[in-house]
């Protein structure tokens, strides 16, 4: 079972982008899915989270309001809009999914039991 990222780059501050996460070796239209991300020196932190029906979604504090998290259920794909981005935003973003539907304690690390490799975003100021 893979996650796949995709999308990153180096954009300017302002700019928006796109992320992509494309499951392989197995669906996950039924499970939690979410967005976390790592800044050099930085602990992983929670950025968004999306139940199986799409329905609930939950944000982290720094980018409420600027990202919004979304699937495609025909497609399997899992996205994350980043608008107004700010170089406090660079990071390695990964995706990660759970086994479960539900969406019991989105922030925390350890309700993931997927994880893609992580894809760079770099915005300068």
């Known amino acids: 079972v893979q996650l796949v990222e995709s999308g990153g780059g180096l954009v300017q501050a302002g700019d928006s982008l796109r992320l992509s996460c494309l499951p392989s070796?197995?669906?996950?239209?039924?499970?939690?899915m979410a967005w976390f991300r790592q800044a050099p020196g930085l602990e992983r932190e929670f950025v968004a989270a999306i139940s199986w029906t799409g329905r609930l979604q939950f944000y982290g504090d720094s980018v409420k309001g600027r990202f919004a998290i979304s699937r495609n259920m025909s497609q399997n794909t899992l996205y994350l809009q980043m608008n107004l981005l700010k170089s406090e935003d660079t990071a390695v973003y990964y995706c990660a999914a759970r086994s479960a539907g539900s969406l019991d304690a989105p922030t925390t690390l350890s309700s993931y039991d997927y994880w893609g490799q992580g894809i760079q975003v770099t915005v300068s100021s």
């Open positions: 070796g197995r669906t996950f239209s039924n499970s939690a």
